[in-house]
């Protein structure tokens, strides 16, 4: 799908930086953490902390570049038996699914972020930190995933409107055996 959409090309490399990054930026903590401890008993303090935040943030981004890319696990065991046209509503169907979940989760973390602000809320950690720091953070990467997941599914809607099935099937669904087995063949070649 995002071969097809430049800009949704554009959206999942920045996506996968910031994931990228984050996670890169975490490793290199946790390692600090760990020779510091080892090597001298000493300790940075609130390196937990930090990785969940870390992974509370990176979770949406990575969700919003599986969105894009069509990397989510599907089981397509009777997708392959169906009629075109049955396809392209399962195909529909299932983008139309992730919005719906992307949507709750943004509701959530808008409730989230305003009872923190309500009540001053702090992490129960050495830190103390402001919890409302981390989770506008949060609330950011969360709207990140829900854009995607909000407009692919219109677009998905259209499609079968106006009766393209095929395309919807090809943006949508799943990859066919024969396709992955010819990104791993073209893989393995760039190897």
């Known amino acids: 799908m995002s071969s097809e959409f430049p800009e949704a090309r554009r959206y999942k490399r920045l996506a996968s930086n910031i994931f990228g990054v984050l996670m890169l930026a975490l490793a290199l903590l946790v390692t600090a953490e760990t020779l ?50 049955l396809k392209a ?21 808008v409730k989230t972020v305003m009872d923190t602000q ?7 950690t050495p830190w103390a ?22 407009l692919l599914p219109l677009r998905a809607m259209l499609m079968l409107s106006r009766g393209q099935h095929a395309a919807l099937s090809s943006q949508f669904g799943p990859d ?9 063949l073209e893989d393995l070649k760039r190897r």
Request: include cysteine.
């Open 36 to 85: 510091l401890r080892k090597l001298f008993s000493i300790s940075l303090g609130g390196v937990d902390e930090l990785a969940g935040y870390s992974i509370t943030i990176g979770a949406p981004l990575a969700f919003a570049v599986c969105l894009i890319d069509r990397s989510h696990i599907r089981i397509n065991l009777l997708y392959i038996f169906m009629r075109p046209r």
């Open 89 to 109: 509503w399962m195909d529909c169907l299932s983008v139309f699914a992730i919005g719906l979940v992307a949507i709750f989760l943004f509701a959530f973390a």
């Open 118 to 124: 309500t009540y001053q809320s702090l992490a129960q």
């Open 129 to 150: 930190t402001p919890l409302i720091y981390p989770q506008s953070l949060w609330l950011i990467a969360v709207s990140v995933f829900v854009l995607p997941a909000v």
């Open 176 to 184: 066919t055996p024969q396709d992955e087995l010819k990104a791993e």
